[in-house]
């Protein structure tokens, strides 16, 4: 079951707010095609995954459905949900085809896209001590948060079991699931975690340069201003692959290196996630952590 909406398209005064509700359908809806990707860095220049150039943009919150032959509605399998990878900036679900572990070894697997670079990870943490509530970033875990709460409110229709539900992820995607781990947003919405070529308190799991990447960005796109829901507001003008792409060329252009990544907001992040796995946040879930077998690889080859 490809394509089917797990959140409103976070577009127009949508964009940088947490998902909402999906509006319903009369209508059988078809759920045979992938949806287009998130926005992402290369967009413009490299469509991803050999989808047709173009097929990306904001209306992306999407997941697909992986059910075994043999699952029917009464059969009660274990869920497995994955975050792609992708450094925060590039990457699809429709990378990730979940038929063969489905398969192989009789679970649901669920895959979801999220927000992506300056779409998903943007913030005003600690700009002019003022903006945390216009734009407290993280959008990318409120997206993962939302496809979560859809697998618990619909699994059971496809035969799984919304009560063993074990999140997976690679790279920027472990990371997320490690954050997700200790997160008080996503309480009773998994079971299991497997972290893999990335955590939370991984050199890219979390940023401190929030504020500096919002002035840039600001500056870059001529939104400069005191007032935090006043560059927002201009930011909102701007079409996404510009705002996207030219905005984190701006950045590397002022000689620093952009960094669109989870930030500590207090409310969806809350701490240094060492000091939080030390109080023992996220000691109810099993949880895994470990490597791929020669991590990215694929982009040198």
Request: with cysteine.
């Amino acid at each position: 079951f490809l394509g089917i909406p797990f959140a409103a398209p976070p577009v127009g005064n949508l964009r940088w707010k947490k998902p909402e509700p999906v509006e319903a359908w009369d209508d059988i809806l078809e759920v045979t095609q992938f949806s287009i990707h998130c926005t992402h860095f290369l967009a413009p220049f490299y469509p991803l995954a050999g989808i047709a150039e173009g097929i990306h943009g904001e209306d992306c919150l999407y997941l697909n459905v992986w059910v075994p032959e043999a699952v029917d509605q009464a059969s009660n399998v274990p869920v497995m949900v994955y975050y792609y990878g992708g450094g925060f900036i590039i990457g699809t679900a429709e990378m990730y085809p979940g038929q063969k572990l489905a398969q192989e070894a009789n679970v649901i697997v669920v895959n979801f896209n999220y927000r992506l670079s300056a779409l998903g990870w943007l913030s005003m943490q600690l700009l002019l001590n003022q903006g945390d509530e216009v734009l407290p970033g993280n959008f990318g875990m409120w997206d993962a948060r939302a496809a979560l709460q859809w697998v618990q409110r619909n699994i059971a229709q496809f035969g799984g079991d919304p009560d063993r539900v074990t999140i997976f992820g690679q790279s920027a995607g472990g990371s997320m699931v490690s954050h997700s781990v200790i997160s008080p947003q996503f309480e009773g919405l998994f079971q299991r975690a497997i972290a893999i070529s990335g955590v939370s308190s991984s050199f890219f799991g979390l940023t401190r340069q929030a504020k500096s990447n919002m002035l840039m960005m600001s500056e870059v796109f001529g939104c400069e201003t005191e007032n935090p829901q006043e560059i927002v507001d201009c930011l909102r003008q701007f079409d996404d692959n510009l705002l996207d792409f030219w905005g984190i060329i701006g950045i590397f252009m002022q000689g620093k290196m952009p960094s669109f990544l989870p930030t500590i907001d207090g409310e969806m992040i809350i701490g240094e996630p060492s000091e939080l796995y030390a109080e023992g946040y996220g000691k109810d879930i099993d949880y895994i952590t470990g490597n791929t077998h020669h991590d990215s690889a694929g982009i040198i080859l």
